[in-house]
């Protein structure tokens, strides 16, 4: 299932926090990320496909030259992830080592990846804010990849930050965290909560301007008929 | 018990980590909270008499509707919070939903509240920070607070950050966190906590300038007899 | 055994990220500590050796007197630490008092001690950062050290941030966090970190130039060849 | 909302899994405490109406004399506690206090009271265990209450195990743990639930016999009527 | 690469920590997994190839419908799970739901499944034990599987208790937990931790009848010349 | 300072939680240790001066050779602990290794070592248990303890389960968990602690014969003659 560029758009402008209630009313609970955090507060608001890797710990019979180099290394693999796509890292939540340092990471950035969530830390602060390119994790760690963990499968359901993500399901995320939005259900949660987002601006300079919350927010049908010619 | 505004203005211009030591002198050792951090490194320093509210988790039979609005829901209860009170919220350290977002936030600064102290997360970072209204929470989240907690009551003992809060206790709150001041102690714990910030800061100054610590830090008479001339 | 002088320079200016690297193909994988960070993000990186100090937690019998001013107290303790040194407090992870604030800090300072390194957390924030001097610590908090620990020992081997560090290793801190590189691998370690360090600094620079990863990083024989004619 | 003896009963003979399972089957994820464990395996299963005891952090102006003998103290509460009565107690998870001993135990049993749940520690385990009094909790230890916490309210809405608990909610626990069943709901999930429980054993003992699974469990129309006939 | 039943009946009768200490003097530490417990103290040490189950967590779009009855589903998989196996169940070490119950399990028996590890923790303890089928878990809980999480691989490399294990990789299990021989080490490892285990047996003989463990633990030449003799 | 063997008889026939309340009385609130749990539920009460082990983590310049064979390893510091003496092993928290298995602990035994208290884990589940000695561990694990630390220091302060114990401090063992006298107040608590042992355990019969806890528990001065009299 395909999302479309405009539904992306439509989302990469929409608030996560906005999103997490139009799903939550539409009896999604399970689909905020516990763990990955912006790396660079106020980096833009990404939304794409997720391309999910899903990393298993180290064993000393896998190798690092299997690890570095092998077919599901993350070498072999960015090659393969597709412009846009948000890159999902199922790290078990381990931050004993970083998932991937400011290489991989100016590459992935070179082929148009659009971002990096991942449940683990990341390595190379210094290179990987020199990027500018967002990243969620939970923290930065010196050691690498190879000495935790290794990448066992790509493009399968992972479990990320307590979350299921399938290939292709729809990741967004900014200053509030990372949510994954069921591919099936991307455009009805995009136009729903893209309005909601509107509202709530709106709503916001009200309060902000002295405006009670009774009858603003929520809005009754005198507020709704309010927002409605204002925002014509 | 009303501790006066003179108190409060002197607790605000005390350092929290001194108030901490004082409050530690006279046998007090379980009043720093663990958990609530500044939202915004250097944002001003707040005093203020605890208006407490208590979450408990979420459950299906709590609507959403009763949850948003509810007689202890956050709309219903913050019209009657007073101008100056430091609002605490238990949330029993849970942090996959946020206490507040920015709307419920714009209207209690609006309101006069001094402030927010959560062991609990915030959402809508973006909005919130804009506000520069002082927030001490343990992180960001998206989803919003009918996700995972309501509020059972209000000015009721609480327990925040591993720390019992009676309504009307002073809170004071910076970069270095949040304490409580039992009420019945503000006026003993200001006026001697306010005179050892001063102190240290002297002493401060002095062992940036090369002064060894012996005898000055903590003082002999001699230091002690420095300082009075000094601070004339 | 002593690190030279020359040997210090250079870690200092080599990444930790990769003197993780390098560790970890000479097969020491239990050397980067877990817990502490940057307090301030961007701050100098350090080199030197480590004076450490081992904490135990309070006990009522331990009065503070003997605590602040016992032999091994900061406070005693703090003049014979040598200019160069970092010091390492193993404060068994808790994090509900600060092992220093900003008053001891400013005398190590004034001392030329490097830095401090803790999996505890520090507080006085504000002063902390007024001073400039590199720490890395587990987060901020209020209380004083007393409320929660004491030194136990001084150079001694001690447990920081799951590592074990003796006194003199080597330990060497920046925005990636600290790691130890025990003394008598400080010069092999070195001068090939040092080197691996300004080799990634170039292939970042290609990959930022649109190079991919296969046959540059790692690298074959062609790209060793450019790189060393480049670097001539 | 008083759930008659009839029910209680039955809920008494019902397996805490199967009436999980059927509160699922009605929407009711939020029910299953985690923390609270046998800590005698194989003790009666119970099923009562919820008495409900708030525990917050010790505080030194609470002093032990109150906390020990004031109005909501253990001694003072626990004549007030009906019979049949579950006493849930909500000690925030903490374990380095009992949340009672063996003597405030055995006043309890005397009294009728069905048996006690808490996400805390218990002391005195010999004395407790001779009781033969069915307790649920997360451990046991030495330091008696007033070490740690206190009772602020009885009979409010609390937090137990992660579960929010209304005082006559029915609580029932056994060797899976403990469970809230909401008051309103307690009829239909007692009949459904020991009806699903009975069904159960029928097929455990199937597939003890050389059964597949398949159109037994889930059964198929030929299973319903087969357990029908054989159960008549 | 199939390990001969030969070999397992050897690992079988050699206790997981003399197997551990063999491991690890071959070079691998990360094979010993941190979690499963024996469900009841004593039960048979079991020796098998693994079959891997991996789940993630609930999302409201996976129906129980698809959990419970689809091609993952544990009904589905069980009959494909061959004799001798030990199917080995990553549950990203949540306990808030049970892997399995005892209606599963049983089938499993019959089957002639050799046992389940798994990092999560199961239900319906009661008739679990009536079974005597081994198992190593991470506790009991009464929510069904569906609650949680559901299965979406079988016989991939899975992570359990912060282990890597391959279909196929040889579990051993018992009191003292549960461990990962890798396939390819199956052979030699049997035989050398077989006989270390002997050896053990009898030094500890020795220790109790009064021996020094100098020279005897670990031996020297008069030692294993003893022991050669004595085990004629 | 050497406490007598008549006190320490006193003390091995006092409920731990006894102690652990007369220690609260007089101030200590931080000697009841967290972690430590009996291995075997009965295990006979001990009491004894303790011997103190620090272990620190492993480091890959730490051989196998060196933590087991070296000056402070089990082996050569075990033939050191006196008779009597309760060893204490500070670990860290550290379960992912045993501290000890069944050949070490023999000895120990044979030795007249009284027990062993550690927050960490054993290992040799089933031949400790064959031994009866009694041990306080948080948990079994089969892994050998040169794979997570070494013993850097005996006879030095350690911290175990979050409490700082000296050596020669007074540590008493039971169901309920461990506690540590210091050596000074041995004497004093030793005599009050058995006292009110006995008096509860009086209190205990007379409420599970009927009597209310007011006036009985704590004690007005009708009760304490009433017990006076009964107890000649």
């Given at each position: 299932m395909t999302v479309s560029h405009e539904i992306l758009q439509i989302l990469e402008n929409t608030a996560v926090a906005t999103i997490s209630t139009v799903l939550r009313q539409k009896g999604f609970n399970r689909v905020a990320l516990h763990g990955p955090r912006a790396v660079t507060e106020g980096q833009k608001r990404i939304a794409g496909p997720a391309f999910t890797m899903r990393f298993v710990p180290a064993r000393e019979d896998m190798t690092t030259a299997l690890a570095v180099?092998?077919?599901?290394s993350p070498r072999a693999v960015l090659e393969k992830i597709p412009a846009g796509a948000v890159v999902v890292v199922d790290a078990m939540g381990l931050r004993s080592a970083g998932v991937f340092g400011d290489i991989i990471s100016a590459r992935m950035q070179m082929r148009g990846v659009a971002g990096l969530v991942t449940d683990g830390a990341i390595r190379d602060l210094v290179g990987m804010k020199k990027l500018e390119w967002p990243i969620w994790a939970d923290g930065t760690t010196a050691p690498p990849s190879p000495s935790e963990f290794f990448c066992a499968d790509t493009e399968v359901a992972v479990a990320c930050g307590g979350v299921t993500i399938f290939p292709g399901d729809i990741v967004v995320a900014d200053d509030d965290g990372a949510i994954v939005v069921p591919a099936a259900m991307a455009e009805a949660v995009a136009t729903e909560a893209y309005e909601k987002d509107r509202f709530e601006e709106w709503v916001y300079d009200q309060v902000k301007g002295g405006a009670l919350l009774d009858g603003l927010y929520p809005p009754n049908d005198a507020t709704k008929e309010r927002y409605a010619k204002e925002k014509q």
């Open positions: 180099n092998g077919p599901t």
